[in-house]
């Protein structure tokens, strides 16, 4: 991975003759100039980079074209640079927003008509660094394409002629969702990124589609997306990371905008953190799967506090300096279903002060690691889940059993753990309210049970008593218990399908939304007519 350094307000200069005056000669080489895989960034803009000695220099040329103030005095030999936190303190100059959007934030083309030279970049501070963000100009309007968070007071704009102005910010406002749903004509910007917003409960942004229509009499259900593919390179360009790489996250949204209902993706990052924890003598390693809403995050704190594998001993201290060292807070991964929750609270609400009548449970759709994210908080959480489909997710879906065969069922296994994560107890009646498909591929290889992200050595065990480690024959001896377990749903086998879904399967899915859209209780559409898809249903 390539490392990227994000530079704000000071800046290193090697430049020879300063540092090394009285001990060298001028001209004489100090050292060799190397290419560098760093990745140098000067307040949100890529510069050239090199590597002199182990240290990282820069040009000052790339300051001088960056409106930083850059001299050079011949006479003395020396080089001055002023203004380098560019993005305060630089201008008397202002504009005055009473409000502004945290999404596509407008600037009204009157405040930038008494610029006397066209705009050429725009710069705000967020997420802790400052940033030059994209924008669009419409109808002389310009709209930011960033989230600005809450507690944000000024923007700066650079002109080309006549240098910097502070834009002044009164209030961050909620968007009016109808007028970006008017502005933005293609479905693709039909979006507002909305920042984390730990007041209300939630550490992460959220990407959140919005309708085409906004009809106060067509109850509207929230689908609910997994972040499966949302993995940040770097923290230094973090926002707009999250701005260019958000849309993959709907892959699995298509139901969604077909049936013109809302969709949202929290966009929590994929950290990867691995530890090492002794076990049956040995030591194994393991890693966290935060898009996969694995066991050690959603039990986080006790995997920071060192209390998660009772009897297995492992460097809780470790864990948390990966996360600091890697520039994660942790208090951004406790209690990430609880995050979950209110973060759909608050959509919800949103959606609501824009005129939609909003159903407060939700709809989830999901494939592989995302069916688990999906499938997983449904269990956790079914009562604020009206309908899922979990796909190629046959093979490791939460058993709705604590014990099987006198061997207890940790989660994600099963829901021995449900108390001990959610703080209530597993109820099979508010579990079988839920409509549920539970899907996998007659011929997936994709076992993810060999993978340290996805299982560790204590939850294989438990499961390799019970279940065939091939992961085909895994998903039909699963489907065996779930069948005698009490617990209603409908699972199907993708026949001749490897880790994808089938046509007909995804017609299926759609008319399985649809059906549940008005339906008092769970409801599965009659699977005649559709080839290829072996099932069982238990709904009674």
Request: aromatic residues 12%; hydrophobic residues 35%; glycine residues 6%.
């Amino acid at each position: 991975m390539k490392k990227k350094l994000s530079i704000v307000a000071i800046i290193v200069l090697l430049i020879s003759g300063i540092s090394y005056a009285n001990v060298l000669k001028i001209g004489e080489v100090i050292g060799e100039i190397l290419h560098t895989d760093i990745v140098t960034y000067l307040n949100g803009n890529q510069v050239e980079s090199f590597n002199i000695n182990g240290s990282t220099a820069i040009y000052v040329k790339s300051l001088n074209e960056l409106g930083l103030d850059v001299s050079y005095d011949n006479d003395t030999r020396s080089v001055t640079v002023e203004n380098l936190n560019c993005t305060k303190n630089i201008s008397d100059k202002s504009i005055d927003l009473e409000t502004i959007d945290y999404y596509y934030g407008k600037i009204p083309k009157e405040k930038i008509s008494s610029l006397p030279s066209e705009i050429e970049v725009i710069m705000l501070t967020s997420m802790g660094e400052n940033l030059i963000t994209n924008y669009q100009e419409i109808n002389g309007d310009i709209y930011l394409e960033t989230f600005i968070e809450p507690s944000t007071k000024e923007i700066t704009i650079k002109t080309k002629e006549d240098g910097f102005y502070t834009v002044n910010i009164g209030k961050v406002t909620e968007p009016d969702l109808k007028t970006v749903n008017k502005v933005f004509e293609k479905w693709e910007k039909k979006y507002v990124i909305i920042p984390p917003m730990p007041d209300k409960g939630f550490y992460w942004p959220i990407r959140l589609n919005i309708p085409t229509l906004f009809d106060s009499n067509n109850e509207k259900f929230v689908f609910l997306n997994g972040p499966n593919g949302f993995t940040l390179e770097n923290k230094s360009d973090y926002v707009q990371q999250i701005i260019k790489n958000s849309e993959y996250n709907f892959n699995t949204g298509w139901d969604a905008y077909e049936l013109d209902m809302p969709a949202m993706s929290i966009l929590i990052d994929r950290t990867g953190i691995d530890y090492n924890y002794k076990y049956n003598g040995k030591y194994e390693y393991a890693s966290v799967y935060e898009h996969g809403l694995d066991r050690d995050t959603a039990l986080f704190k006790e995997l920071i506090n060192g209390e998660l594998y009772e009897g297995h001993s492992y460097d809780a201290n470790e864990i948390k300096n990966s996360y600091i060292e890697n520039g994660w807070e942790l208090e951004r991964f406790i209690d990430y279903d609880d995050q979950i929750i209110n973060a759909i609270n608050y959509v919800q609400s949103l959606l609501r002060k824009n005129g939609l009548q909003v159903n407060e449970k939700i709809m989830a759709n999901g494939f592989s690691a995302d069916g688990s994210f999906v499938e997983r908080f449904a269990t956790l959480h079914p009562e604020k889940v009206k309908a899922y489909f979990a796909g190629a997710s046959g093979d490791d879906f939460v058993l709705p059993i604590s014990t099987l065969r006198g061997v207890e069922l940790i989660y994600p296994l099963g829901v021995a753990d449900n108390k001990r994560i959610t703080g209530k107890d597993f109820e099979m009646a508010k579990y079988n309210q839920v409509a549920r498909i539970i899907h996998n591929g007659e011929l997936d290889d994709n076992n993810v049970f060999l993978f340290n992200d996805c299982y560790n050595e204590i939850e294989r065990d438990i499961a390799y008593k019970l279940w065939p480690k091939e992961g085909n024959l895994r998903s039909k001896a699963l489907y065996e218990e779930f069948s005698r377990s009490g617990a209603h749903g409908l699972l199907i086998t993708d026949l001749n399908m490897k880790h994808s879904s089938s046509e007909n399967m995804r017609d299926y899915i759609h008319e399985f939304f649809k059906a549940n859209l008005t339906s008092d209780g769970p409801v599965y559409p009659n699977l005649e007519g559709y080839n290829n898809l072996d099932y069982i249903l238990i709904n009674k």
